[in-house]
T-cell receptor
Framework: DAGVIQSPRHEVTEMGQEVTLRCKPI?????LFWYRQTMMRGLELLIY????????DSGMPEDRFSAKMPNASFSTLKIQPSEPRDSAVYFC?????????????FGPGTRLTVT | EDKVVQSPLSLVVHEGDTVTLNCSYE??????LLWYKQEKKAPTFLFML????IEKKSGRLSSILDKKELSSILNITATQTGDSAIYLC???????????FGQGTTLQVKP
């Protein structure tokens, strides 16, 4: 299996621009998660989906962030407009089964820099 | 509020040493505790511990869950430079379905 695939791997953009991060989960996995990692705050869950339906978005920092999962093999995380404090590594992860008791597999991450 | 705390935050040892990393948690409706290793990229899964599986071992790495003390340890024996990484502890809640991550322990193994 190819594992979780994310694109782009690196993104540099200017403040105010729209940013779209993409994720393809492991085939057959029914849970998909978006995380953000910074030195200050560590790894934070932003939102997660089960069978393409958003279950919990309480970690999304503000309305500038949105996520979609139009089908079982694709999800996007959009930031509009972007701000310098959004600079972080964004990970997508997927799992098979109820996340409380199943391991999550992480993608390689997208390193976002907003100048 | 659910939380996971790891200690120490950083550790420097020499090859061949044995290290013990700690993880304590306060999580509503505990379901599982997971250990991940993160080098310069994505976290990779090491172990998952649950009420039905409180001890795991793989090669030089082993982990134990103490549900009474709400904690876990990760042991690495005969450390190698390739063990240098951030080790993350995460706890799964059956209440929220989320994984709550600790801040990680940065391990550096010197030759």
């Amino acid at each position: 299996d190819a594992g979780v695939i994310q694109s782009p791997r690196h993104e540099v953009t200017e403040m105010g621009q729209e940013v779209t991060l993409r994720c393809k989960p492991i085939s057959g996995h029914d849970y998909l998660f978006w995380y953000r990692q910074t030195m200050m705050r560590g790894l934070e869950l932003l939102i997660y989906f089960n069978n393409n339906v958003p279950i919990d978005d309480s970690g999304m920092p503000e309305d500038r962030f949105s996520a979609k999962m139009p089908n079982a093999s694709f999800s996007t995380l959009k930031i509009q407009p972007s701000e310098p404090r959004d600079s972080a590594v964004y990970f997508c992860a997927s799992s098979l089964g109820w996340t409380g008791g199943y391991e999550q597999y992480f993608g390689p991450g997208t390193r976002l820099t907003v100048t | 509020e659910d939380k996971v705390v790891q200690s120490p935050l950083s550790l420097v040892v020499h090859e061949g040493d044995t290290v013990t990393l700690n993880c304590s948690y306060e999580v509503t409706n505990f379901r599982s505790l997971l250990w991940y290793k993160q080098e310069k990229k994505a976290p990779t899964f090491l172990f998952m511990l649950t009420s039905s599986g409180i001890e795991k071992k793989s090669g030089r790495l082993s982990s134990i869950l103490d549900k009474k003390e709400l904690s876990s340890i990760l042991n690495i024996t005969a450390t190698q430079t390739g063990d240098s990484a951030i080790y993350l502890c995460a706890v799964g809640s059956s209440n929220t379905g989320k994984l709550i991550f600790g801040q990680g322990t940065t391990l550096q193994v010197k030759p």
